[in-house]
């Protein structure tokens, strides 16, 4: 591991504390709440972490969290989480929670809320490291059911910076959650949503236009359509680009195709993420580390997706001193 690189101070903008989940948890959980789990141990389930692309992993994904049911269980999630972000110097992140895949399994949305938020605040009282936490939306519901998951958030408001969206990309275009998106704006939150990592340029279009997002997860089809690229370097719209998710997902076949240099050439805020890090194989430090040995990147190239991240995150101008 690069000095560089394990001692920059870091923001992550696109991570799933769902994708958090380490093997070692989930049997953790599974037996602390009598779940019988379909893998004899850890390894078995670790070695079932292989991916074609983004269905089958999120099969899995779905699969894992069911072992989540009390806020003792979000809370340990999201803490075991910020050990080790902690321990990758990451200063502040934005973290998103996916409310309807709990909701229909019973688990209410206090359980969830209030764990995550607990552990988040014991992490700012030691250490200083500061978040955001982002409601996403799963793509592959109704429009009903993410109407129905912000009304039942309303008691969480003020815990609620923004609302995203996840899960299946082919099929479901952002046009479907236009109306909840314009509902969200009104009653204040910020907004993104993920585009272009399997989906086409065009859901990165429709994201910002119809949606009215000002950052985009993933964004990477954006490559693909140089008009876009140059709206995206001159409106400066953030894009968080996950490189060992998109590895793993086989968006790309090697880290060397992953377009990085040429969305720092264009002028593109680009950003580096981890995504689901318990999935993919590994936190902050090891994408940063991937995407350098694969593309070769100098530190100022290192430097500079770093400090992306800072411009990009949500805190305020005051609030990001404490990121140096
Ligand atoms: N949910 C969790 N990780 C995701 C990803 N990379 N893309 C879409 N939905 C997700
Ligand atoms: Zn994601």
Redesign the pocket.
């Known amino acids: 591991m690069s000095n560089f690189i394990s001692d920059l101070p870091k923001v992550e903008l696109h991570l799933?504390i769902?994708?958090t989940l380490e093997p070692e948890l989930v049997f953790a959980l599974a037996k602390r709440n009598g779940i019988t789990l379909n893998y004899l141990d850890e390894s078995a389930l670790q070695a079932a972490y292989q991916f074609d692309d983004?269905q089958s992993?999120?099969n899995v994904?779905y699969s894992g969290m069911q072992v989540l049911l009390t806020e003792q269980d979000f809370f340990d999630l999201t803490w075991a989480y910020l050990v080790r972000s902690h321990a990758d110097k990451v200063r502040h992140v934005e973290i998103?929670f996916?409310p309807q895949a709990h909701l229909e399994r019973g688990v209410p949305m206090a359980a969830v809320v209030e764990g995550i938020v607990r552990a988040l605040e014991q992490a700012r009282q030691q250490w200083g490291l500061t978040s955001r936490l982002i409601m996403?939306f799963l793509r592959h519901l109704s429009e009903d059911s993410a109407f129905e998951t912000l009304g039942l958030a309303e008691p969480f408001r003020h815990h609620l910076s923004g609302v995203g969206l996840?899960?299946?990309?082919k099929g479901n275009p952002p046009t479907k959650f236009a109306r909840v998106y314009a509902a969200a704006l009104e009653q204040g939150y910020r907004l993104v949503a993920?585009a272009g990592?399997e989906g086409p340029a065009s859901y990165i279009r429709d994201a910002l236009d119809i949606l009215g997002v000002e950052r985009i997860?993933?964004g990477v089809a954006a490559i693909t359509d140089p008009p876009l690229m140059a709206r995206l370097a001159q409106e400066r719209i953030p894009l968080t680009v996950?490189p060992l998710?998109n590895l793993k997902?086989k968006v790309i076949n090697h880290m060397s195709e992953l377009p990085i240099p040429q969305f720092l050439a264009a002028g593109v805020c680009v950003t580096i993420n981890s995504?689901?890090p318990a999935y993919f194989g590994g936190y902050m430090n090891a994408n940063y580390q991937a995407l350098q040995e694969g593309l070769n990147l100098s530190d100022e190239n290192i430097l500079e997706l770093a400090l992306n991240s800072v411009e990009a995150c949500w805190l305020s101008p005051e609030e990001k001193a404490h990121l140096a």
Do not use: N
């Open positions: 799933h769902e994708g983004l992993f999120l994904y998103f996916d996403s996840d899960s299946a990309e993920h990592e997860d993933h996950c998710s997902l995504d689901d």
